[in-house]
């Protein structure tokens, strides 16, 4: 299958679980407080954020199913394809208002690339010598 319609069966998958997550937060966000009102057009634009959020991040996820790419470029080039992201999330408010906040919202998601690929390159690597001793 090719690489654009793998992606654009994840993203579809994705649409239904970036949907699924925002609205069961919003659930339990609502059963803690007595009540809480949303406007049609502010739910309507925070739908639509959180649908082209999920797909894409589904979309993209095809990046590491590219082979012949070694598993840095792989996680490089997924980190650059989230950037986009970071306007995504500042339009549906997951971003925090003021500058210094931001920064420390972009330093965690970096970090948390950061993070996971020590994480994926430890395991990939204990994998190897996996495969490698039952040889």
């Known amino acids: ?3 654009i319609k793998e992606g654009t069966r994840r993203g579809l998958i ?3 679980m970036g949907l699924f997550l925002s609205y069961t937060m919003f ?3 609502s059963l803690q407080h007595d009540v809480i ?3 049609s057009s502010v739910f309507i634009k925070q739908y639509m954020m959180y649908a082209i959020s999920g797909f894409y991040f ?3 996820s095809i990046i590491f199913s590219i082979e012949e790419w070694s598993v840095l470029k792989q996680f490089i080039t997924h980190v650059l394809s989230t950037l986009p992201f970071l306007p995504i999330a ?3 408010g997951m971003m925090p208002q003021n500058t210094m906040a931001r920064v420390s919202f972009i330093g965690f ?3 948390g690339y ?3 690929f020590i994480i994926y390159k430890i395991y990939l690597k204990k994998q190897a010598q996996l495969i490698n001793a039952s040889l």
């Open 14 to 16: 994705g649409i239904l």
């Open 37 to 39: 009102s949303i406007e």
């Open 90 to 92: 500042h339009m549906i």
């Open 1 to 3: 299958m090719s690489y």
């Open 58 to 60: 589904a979309f993209i």
């Open 109 to 111: 998601y970096l970090s």
């Open 114 to 116: 950061a993070i996971s």
């Open 27 to 29: 659930l339990l966000a």
